[in-house]
């Protein structure tokens, strides 16, 4: 199929948008880029093959170098007409192109927003030295970081164990996933300590952005165990 070279193009800007930091402002750029040669292309041979030669020849006829003949009405005709319709075509074609390219775009756009809402995202690196200043902030104290056995869940509590470990938390050796809580477990659930609200609070927005999703936040009143006990469970909240 002719678009197929178009829309594997666009599967690899997407991948460039999901890879690099700034990706789409990158997409853009690369796009642009793109537009920018071939149109550049395309006027070099429009001027040299054709409006140039042309340009010549009529320079030519008014300055009497040649003789107009009737005979070269027809001719000329014909290649001025040849020339209308290929830029129009080419107008046409640019057109099409870009309607379908944003057309997919959309539906791609459409697609990673519709997954981004039901999985996690791993932390990259700058928001887990973000993440993890926070906490070495608030000094030492104690966590337990658990999952549910999907593979977004399990990798956005990997890196939060990480995090804390980092920042020289007391973190208690569980299982990541299997634990009896973390089967049934449906998203994002965070109980801490009441009586240290200010210690609570922090934690709490800290782990709000790091996950840049909803968080279900409990205040326990028992003493013994972490001072912050962590589940991350599917984003997409069951109420069955």
Same mark, same amino acid.
């Given at each position: 199929?002719?678009?197929?070279?178009?829309?594997?193009?666009?599967?690899?800007? &997407?991948?460039? &948008?999901?890879?690099?930091?700034?990706?789409?402002?990158?997409?853009?750029?690369?796009?642009?880029?793109?537009?920018?040669?071939?149109?550049?292309?395309?006027?070099?041979?429009?001027?040299?093959?054709? %409006?140039?030669?042309?340009? =010549?020849?009529?320079?030519?006829? %008014?300055?009497?170098?040649?003789?107009?003949?009737? #005979?070269?009405? +027809?001719?000329?005709?014909?290649?001025?007409?040849?020339?209308?319709?290929?830029? !129009?075509?080419?107008?046409?074609?640019?057109?099409?192109?870009?309607?379908?390219?944003?057309?997919?775009?959309?539906?791609?756009?459409?697609?990673?927003?519709?997954?981004?809402?039901? !999985? $996690?995202?791993?932390?990259?690196?700058?928001?887990?030295?973000?993440?993890?200043?926070?906490?070495?902030?608030?000094? #030492?104290?104690?966590?337990? @970081?658990?999952?549910? &056995? *999907?593979?977004?869940?399990?990798?956005?509590?990997?890196?939060?164990?990480?995090? %804390?470990?980092?920042?020289?938390?007391? +973190?208690?050796?569980?299982?990541?996933?299997?634990? $009896? *809580?973390?089967?049934?477990?449906?998203?994002?659930?965070?109980? =801490?300590?009441?009586?240290?609200?200010?210690?609570?609070? +922090?934690?709490?927005?800290?782990?709000?952005?790091?996950?840049?999703?909803?968080?279900?936040?409990?205040? +326990?009143?028992? =003493?013994?165990?972490?001072?912050?006990?962590?589940? @991350?469970?599917?984003?997409?909240?069951?109420?069955?």
């Amino acid at each position: 199929m002719a678009l197929e070279p178009i829309f594997d193009l666009v599967g690899t800007l &997407e991948a460039i &948008e999901s890879r690099l930091p700034r990706g789409k402002l990158v997409a853009k750029g690369l796009l642009s880029l793109g537009a920018a040669c071939a149109g550049w292309v395309m006027i070099r041979f429009l001027a040299l093959d054709l %409006f140039w030669p042309a340009g =010549q020849l009529m320079v030519r006829a %008014f300055s009497g170098t040649i003789t107009f003949s009737p #005979k070269l009405a +027809v001719p000329w005709a014909l290649g001025a007409g040849a020339a209308a319709a290929i830029a !129009f075509g080419l107008e046409r074609w640019i057109h099409f192109i870009e309607s379908r390219i944003s057309g997919r775009l959309n539906e791609l756009n459409t697609t990673l927003q519709r997954y981004q809402s039901i !999985f $996690w995202k791993p932390l990259d690196e700058s928001e887990k030295k973000q993440l993890t200043a926070t906490l070495t902030g608030l000094g #030492k104290h104690s966590v337990s @970081v658990s999952a549910h &056995e *999907n593979t977004d869940c399990a990798e956005l509590a990997h890196d939060l164990r990480d995090c %804390f470990e980092e920042a020289g938390w007391t +973190v208690a050796r569980i299982p990541l996933t299997g634990t $009896w *809580n973390a089967a049934g477990a449906s998203g994002f659930t965070v109980w =801490q300590k009441a009586g240290i609200e200010a210690l609570n609070t +922090v934690v709490l927005n800290a782990l709000v952005k790091a996950a840049k999703g909803p968080i279900q936040g409990h205040l +326990v009143e028992k =003493q013994d165990g972490p001072d912050v006990s962590i589940l @991350v469970g599917p984003r997409r909240i069951r109420n069955d």
